[in-house]
């Protein structure tokens, strides 16, 4: 059976030529969409006839040919809609498809793999299908589930398609079935193995999201069995993210809430307190994690109170890099959830919640830490300053700013420093001035602190990850050029990158790099500012995120007019951090799109609340440069236009024009 999943698994580790078809027609349908469709539609009638032939005349490899041919048809995207659509002949109809082929194999019990093949394709077209077809798969879907005397392959398959009626079709549907879907599920998932059990969990995760009212009656049964699975398989990654989903699902269901944390706490607890192997730590700490998600803000009274102690003992006795990371994300949710309490909470020897935090965060970035294990304290950070300036004393304040300068002054990895940019943001927008005089009284061999982090910032700024830390990074540097200051004006950093003639036209080795290293400009920092943020404008935030509902980049320049302009001479050369070149940022594209954006954005309040979450980037950035050269800010016609590269003087005029 693991084999059959594999098989049916797009990120399946099996290679044979039902794969290599899969690829094909895949390749092709994002090219050709509705040709495609349309092709494999008469291919599919064809091989109907031919199966159907083959039924008459009683030969038993007749299901071979109709689950070959719905195999295929369910990999093209727009199968369903071409065949559903009254195409004047054009194509064949969804209808004979359903009586040549899908009815046909799934009153076949003596084929489980084309029994199973007819309820994966209807379920895949469930929204195309008739609601009384569908009505009657959904059915005997959640009869199949729990049937114990069907093959492990119609059962397995009726798992699949419980998972797509319960993502594609309306509730009204399906909810009649819910309760035997999740009692279905149930029964099956025990009986799985760690390569199996990952269908059968997510269609309950989806199962359970039909009716939070039959969810939270079924409580008992979903905790038994997320938790179970959890139990047996803590290291395996893909099962436990799904069981994250669950808690997290479930904590959020407000009359299954209090019980669900009933029944999973005393497990999370156990394995957070008792393992010895730090992978099951970490892994429990994530569950933890995704039950802090679920539940309000703030917490239900004695979650802070019982929770937090016994995680921040678990913390400050582990050396593991997993257990120290999957604590810093845990700990963000306690400080964003609950800050108040976490304040309020005072150890036998009267320290506060707060003060532990500090005292993690400052163990976390001492000079002998690994920058890996602290890879996410910069969220962490970030979100104190955020919930907690009323519970920090200023001193105590003032200390966290600088064990984190201090950290970055020695740091090396570009991931590192990027991760502790949106806490010098965040410092710089609720108080510019103050966080500029406090890093100027700071030195760090030799450097101030606003030159550590200035330097930082510059350097690692497209690294910095995230729609909304993006965000806040290029407001922040907006009001440190605003705010004037000598101290900034007078530091000098590296601009553009001088071309290096010794290696010019070469493959450049690590050896020749030391021996000829790339050569910068050396400009003010407030023109250091400008550039950045004229990047900023053509890496186009919004479109990349696809989140605002602004105009975009075209609100601010012409980009037709900006391409076609004379500006680009000198433009390939200019960029040591590659700002020249907007195919750079390329990438941005291809993330937007997947499962790196910052979901965590989406279930963040405080981000949600926040007017720079919510406006369009491109239109405030305008707006500041139109302001900066009508004014003149920090003699930006004399001393900052002059250092501005062809590309970007021609940005800036089509932005001021």
């Known amino acids: 059976m693991d084999l059959f999943v594999a098989d049916e698994d797009e990120d399946g580790y099996r290679f044979n030529v039902r794969v290599s078809v899969q690829e094909l027609i895949q390749s092709l349908d994002d090219v050709y969409t509705r040709p495609l469709a349309l092709a494999l539609g008469w291919a599919a009638q064809a091989r109907s006839e031919l199966a159907n032939q083959w039924r008459n005349e009683q030969n038993g490899n007749w299901w071979l040919v109709s689950e070959s041919a719905l195999w295929a048809l369910g990999l093209a995207s727009s199968s369903a809609a071409v065949l559903s659509t009254d195409n004047a002949g054009s194509a064949p109809s969804m209808s004979s498809i359903l009586d040549s082929d899908v009815w046909p194999l799934a009153q076949s019990s003596s084929f489980p793999y084309g029994q199973g093949r007819a309820f994966i394709f209807a379920s895949n077209v469930a929204q195309d299908l008739p609601s009384d077809v569908a009505t009657a798969f959904v059915g005997a879907s959640a009869n199949a589930v729990a049937d114990v005397q069907l093959h492990p392959a119609v059962r397995l398959s009726a798992v699949r398609a419980i998972s797509n009626f319960c993502r594609h079709l309306s509730a009204d549907l399906v909810k009649p079935h819910q309760s035997q879907f999740i009692n279905g599920l149930a029964s099956i998932i025990p009986q799985l193995s760690e390569d199996s059990a990952h269908i059968a969990l997510e269609a309950l995760h989806f199962a359970l999201r039909v009716d939070q009212d039959i969810t939270a009656s079924l409580e008992p049964v979903i905790s038994e069995v997320a938790m179970g699975v959890w139990q047996r398989y803590p290291g ?11 808690v997290e699902d479930m904590a959020g269901n407000v009359s299954a809430r209090e019980a669900f944390s009933q029944r999973a706490l005393p497990v999370i607890g156990a394995a957070i307190t008792q393992a010895t192997d730090g992978m099951v730590v970490s892994s429990g700490i994530d569950l933890l994690t995704g039950l802090l998600k679920g539940v309000p803000t703030p917490m239900p009274a004695g979650y802070t109170e019982t929770i937090f102690p016994v995680l921040m003992q678990v913390l400050t006795a582990s050396s593991d890099s997993e257990v120290l990371q999957s604590g810093q994300a845990c700990l963000k949710y306690f400080v964003q959830k609950d800050a108040e309490r976490v304040a309020q909470w005072h150890d036998e020897n ?20 690994s920058e890996s294990a602290a890879l996410f304290i910069g969220d962490l950070v970030a979100k104190v300053v955020q919930k907690c300036g009323a519970y920090i004393a200023g001193n105590d304040f003032a200390e966290l700013v600088r064990i984190v300068t201090a950290r970055l002054a020695t740091a090396h990895t570009s991931s590192f420093c990027a991760s502790n940019i949106p806490f010098y943001s965040q410092l710089v927008i609720r108080h510019p001035t103050e966080t500029v005089s406090l890093l100027s009284s700071m030195e760090f061999g030799g450097r101030s602190g606003l030159e550590v982090v200035l330097s930082v910032w510059f350097k690692s700024y497209l690294d910095v990850q995230g729609y909304y ?30 071309p290096n003639a010794a290696n010019n036209g070469k493959i450049v080795t690590r050896s020749m790099s030391r021996t000829n290293p790339d050569q910068f400009t050396q400009i003010p920092a407030s023109a250091k500012m400008i550039k950045l943020l004229l990047a900023e404008i053509e890496m186009d935030v919004e479109s990349t995120f696809a989140r605002s509902g602004g105009a975009g980049l075209s609100a601010v320049i012409d980009e037709d007019e900006l391409d076609n302009d004379g500006g680009d001479d000198g433009w390939e050369d200019d960029g040591g951090d590659g700002l020249g070149d907007t195919d750079a940022f390329g990438y941005l594209d291809d993330l937007a799109g997947s499962d790196f954006d910052d979901d965590d954005d989406e279930d963040d309040e405080d981000i949600q609340a926040d007017p720079i979450y919510n406006q369009d980037l491109n239109e405030a950035l305008g707006s500041f440069f139109k302001q900066a050269v009508q004014s003149d800010q920090s003699s930006f016609r004399t001393s900052i236009v002059p250092l501005l590269t062809d590309r970007e003087q021609t940005v800036l005029s089509k932005i001021c024009s």
């Open 236 to 246: 395996d990654v893909l099962l436990t993210s799904i069981v994250i989903d669950i």
């Open 350 to 369: 009267g320290k506060s919640g707060l003060e532990h935090i500090v005292h993690f965060i400052a163990v976390m970035l001492s000079p002998d830490a």
């Open 469 to 498: 830390n993006r965000k806040i990074s290029a407001v922040a540097l907006t009001r440190l050029f605003t705010l004037n200051d000598a101290r900034i004006n007078s530091l000098v950093v590296p601009g553009d990158l001088i």
